[in-house]
């Protein structure tokens, strides 16, 4: 698990494809769209979600334990964004399907939350496509709750997306 480096807009453009591909209704936003991005774009998002605490990107990768010197292989990310004073916004969260139940996904959710927890967030927000059960009960199980109102609920019910939440406490990240 890592932090995305300024360098990795092509990483960052990779795994967004890949997870349009596999689940363009859960992200709002057409695959050609983001295969027309111009690299300018991916650059500058990379550049941005790398440092600082505005919003920050996580990338998952996977080596394999017989082949330690072989390249990561990127099998999820997340992104994170501060919306002032105290929440952190989760979106664009991925996993790859050959990762799939193997911790990814609460390791991508973890790194978001403790990066929200250093700058002093006191709760979690992301939004989940109405359909998407398989999520639902993912961040169930995490600690995530439904936020029935207030403008954060609002914004995904145009997308089709209910919010959820989870607080995190004196600094620390609540795990379940």
Do not use: H
């Amino acid at each position: 698990m890592r932090r995305i480096g300024p360098s990795d807009a092509s990483l960052l453009r990779d795994l967004r494809l890949r997870s349009l591909s596999d689940a363009p209704e859960a992200f709002g936003q057409p695959l050609d769209d983001a295969v027309a991005r111009p690299e300018a774009e991916w650059t500058a998002q990379a550049r941005a979600a790398s440092e600082g605490d505005r919003r920050a990107c996580f990338i998952a990768e996977a080596t394999k334990p017989a082949e330690p010197t072989r390249a990561a292989d990127p099998v999820g990310i997340v992104l994170v964004r501060r919306r002032p004073p105290d929440v952190a916004l989760v979106f664009s969260m991925w996993v790859d399907p050959r990762a799939r139940r193997a911790g990814v996904g609460r390791a991508l959710i973890d790194a978001a939350s403790e990066w929200a927890a250093a700058w002093g967030a006191q709760q979690v927000v992301l939004w989940v496509v109405a359909s998407n059960a398989a999520a639902f009960r993912f961040y169930q199980r995490l600690g995530f709750t439904w936020l029935e109102s207030g403008p954060d609920a609002d914004s995904g019910r145009a997308y089709g997306a209910l919010a959820m939440t989870r607080p995190i406490a004196d600094g620390r990240v609540r795990t379940p």
